[in-house]
């Protein structure tokens, strides 16, 4: 096999690459796989809500509590104001989690830094569209949905898993900029000196 086609990464081999993800013991691994669990989970509660939204299912089943109805809830005018029914964009926002997490090394804080930020970034911006949605059943709708509950919930949790990868995402950005600066203001210094 060509070299330049089993490389991936920052020079790490498809085999490095494997041992890191399946074998690694860091926080910020167990972290990532915490979120590709939440992930699945939450595609799953969101699966159950597509099947209905989209008509092929024609009921989901609730807790035995007159403030539950999913049905009521998943077929309501917001649920479908975007022009798709939303349980399908939240199942596949879920499941790009998936390969974000499992994106790089062990080390991708200092060799892919964008990728934690975006992840971040990305679950930040859905823990607030779950928050949103979650006023708007009790708010609205006036009763509430056991899957949307979960994949809220799966939403925020992977928010906060994202947090610590981040930041030190962030300040290694941060790090690298400053050495650039230096770098370069030293070398404008020796230039300025000759």
């Not at 085999?15 to 972290?31: K, N």
């Amino acid at each position: 096999m060509d070299q330049t086609l089993s490389r991936s990464g920052e020079g790490r081999s498809p085999r490095q690459l494997r041992r890191e993800l399946q074998q690694g013991e860091t926080d910020d691994l167990w972290r990532r796989r915490a979120i590709i669990g939440l992930s699945l989970v939450g595609m799953t509660a969101m699966a159950a809500v597509s099947l209905l939204q989209t008509g092929v299912i024609q009921h989901l089943p609730d807790p035995p509590l007159e403030s539950f109805d999913s049905d009521k809830v998943n077929s309501s005018d917001t649920a479908y104001a975007l022009g798709v029914p939303d349980g399908t964009l939240s199942l596949a926002s879920l499941a790009a989690n998936v390969p974000l997490a499992a994106f790089g090394g062990s080390d991708r804080v200092r060799e892919q830094p964008w990728v934690p930020l975006a992840a971040a970034g990305k679950a930040a911006v859905e823990a607030a569209v779950a928050g949103w949605y979650f006023y708007q059943m009790p708010a609205k709708e006036k009763k509430w949905c056991g899957y949307c509950i979960v994949g809220a919930l799966c939403n925020f949790g992977i928010f906060a898993l994202t947090l610590p990868e981040a930041k030190k995402a962030f300040a290694s950005l941060s790090r690298n900029e400053e050495v650039r600066q230096t770098g370069t203001g030293q070398r404008q210094k020796s230039i300025v000196r000759r």
